[in-house]
């Protein structure tokens, strides 16, 4: 769920992007914000569990968002990753897991 979320609000908020800070077609603009309004609904999907809480669940995703946007920046911006961009991703999955998997 958390790569799905990634993929319509990373996506939409480009689509966004693109059209207000590139030049690309205002057309560009109810796209993105069309896959944003999906966007908020996608974290009702996961799977809950008794120790799943919308905080907890919004943090793990926040470590995956931070992966998955140098990803995007990197397959579809062409934007070279920094020393500084692989470590902080790196910590942030690092938190997902901790996050995600700590007993309760």
Request: charged residues 10%.
């Amino acid at each position: 769920m958390f790569v799905f979320a990634g993929l319509f609000e990373i996506g939409g908020g480009w689509f966004v992007w693109q059209a207000i800070k590139e030049g690309r077609p205002k057309w560009f603009v109810p796209i993105g914000c069309a896959m944003l309004a999906v966007y908020g609904f996608i974290p009702t999907l996961q799977p809950a569990s008794p120790s799943t809480a919308f905080g907890r669940v919004f943090a793990a995703y926040g470590g995956i968002f931070i992966a998955l946007s140098f990803l995007w920046g990197v397959v579809v911006d062409k934007m070279p990753l920094d020393k500084g961009d692989v470590i902080g991703g790196a910590i942030a999955l690092v938190g997902v897991l901790i996050t995600w998997f700590w007993p309760r």
